[in-house]
């Protein structure tokens, strides 16, 4: 029976010796403290990012609108200048430059590719020379 109580003391003894190096333990609660501040950190920063994506699409949104009310604006000023000064000779017309219908109906600019910085087909510079000695 003796044997009995000891083994109950010693399983209390373990129980409340963890309890209390869980619970006592500076660094513990300093590591329970830091994780919790490190989640809230990681909840701002999703948040964060989210309202920043939020901010780049309506922004997008804006930028496109603002390009089509641009080209509706000078698609009408070219027009109403064709109408108004047709004596007018093409490059005094500040307005010079005319869309094509499709362009016009596309509501789009016309795509202007760069410059290619490199030639059609192969210059020669580094072919070797078949010369034959005579």
């Known amino acids: 029976m003796v044997w009995v109580y000891?083994?109950?003391?010693?399983?209390?003894?373990?129980?409340?010796?963890?309890?209390a190096?869980?619970?006592?333990?500076?660094t513990m609660r300093q590591q329970d403290?830091?994780?919790?501040?490190?989640?809230?950190?990681?909840e701002e920063l999703d948040t964060y990012r989210?309202?920043?994506?939020?901010?780049?699409?309506?922004?997008?949104e804006l930028l496109?609108?603002?390009?089509?009310?641009y080209r509706q604006l000078y698609q009408h000023?070219?027009?109403s200048s064709n109408e108004l000064m047709p004596d007018m000779?093409?490059?005094?017309?500040?307005?010079?430059?005319?869309?094509?219908?499709?362009e016009a109906a596309n509501d789009q600019s016309p795509i202007k590719m760069p410059p290619?910085?490199?030639?059609?087909?192969?210059?020669?510079?580094f072919r070797p020379t078949d010369k034959k000695d005579d």
Do not use: C
């Open 64 to 69: 496109d609108n603002m390009a089509k009310d």
């Open 77 to 79: 000023m070219a027009k």
């Open 116 to 125: 290619r910085d490199y030639s059609e087909g192969a210059s020669g510079l």
């Open 6 to 19: 000891a083994l109950i003391g010693l399983v209390v003894g373990l129980i409340i010796g963890a309890l």
């Open 50 to 60: 989210n309202e920043l994506v939020s901010h780049f699409a309506r922004s997008a």
């Open 21 to 26: 190096m869980r619970y006592g333990n500076k």
């Open 33 to 42: 403290a830091i994780k919790a501040e490190l989640d809230t950190k990681k």
């Open 89 to 102: 000779p093409v490059q005094d017309n500040p307005f010079n430059y005319r869309l094509s219908e499709s």
